[in-house]
């Protein structure tokens, strides 16, 4: 099993950016695919983006797309997220997580393909 740490988070205003890091432990972050997640209050926990094992693919969330890239770097056992443009409506507590099993595809947006969660980091967006 990933363990999984998440930083990055804080209050900035409409227009800004924000780098999330996840950091993991463990010798299996090289094989997983990784995810960010986040989950707003009185909303469900909802896909933002996700790279393959080796960066070759991603996967964004529509509202997201050409705002957000998500990165990784395997020697350094981080995964990243660069916001960009953020609204008030990106505010929300994001998650990384990792996929339960080795070498698959970026193609799920589901939790439940994602075995491996951080804690959370808070992001929020005044406007």
């Known amino acids: 099993q990933v363990q999984l740490v998440e930083s990055g988070g804080g209050l900035v205003q409409a227009g800004g950016s924000l780098r999330l890091s996840c950091a993991a432990s463990?010798?299996?972050?090289?094989?997983?695919?990784m995810g960010w997640f986040r989950q707003a209050p009185g909303k469900e926990r909802g896909f933002v983006a996700a790279?393959?094992?080796?960066?070759?693919?991603?996967n964004y969330a529509d509202s997201v797309k050409g705002r957000f890239t998500i990165s990784r770097d395997n020697a350094k056992n981080t995964v990243y997220l660069q916001m960009n443009s953020l609204k008030p409506e990106d505010t929300a507590v994001y998650y990384c997580?990792?996929?339960?099993?080795?070498?698959?595809?970026?193609?799920?947006?589901?939790?439940?393909?994602?075995?491996?969660w951080g804690q959370g980091t808070q992001v929020t967006i005044s406007s």
């Open positions: 997580a990792a996929h339960a099993y080795p070498f698959r595809t970026v193609g799920t947006r589901s939790t439940a393909d994602y075995g491996s």
């Open positions: 463990g010798s299996t972050f090289s094989t997983r695919t």
């Open positions: 790279i393959s094992w080796n960066s070759a693919t991603t």
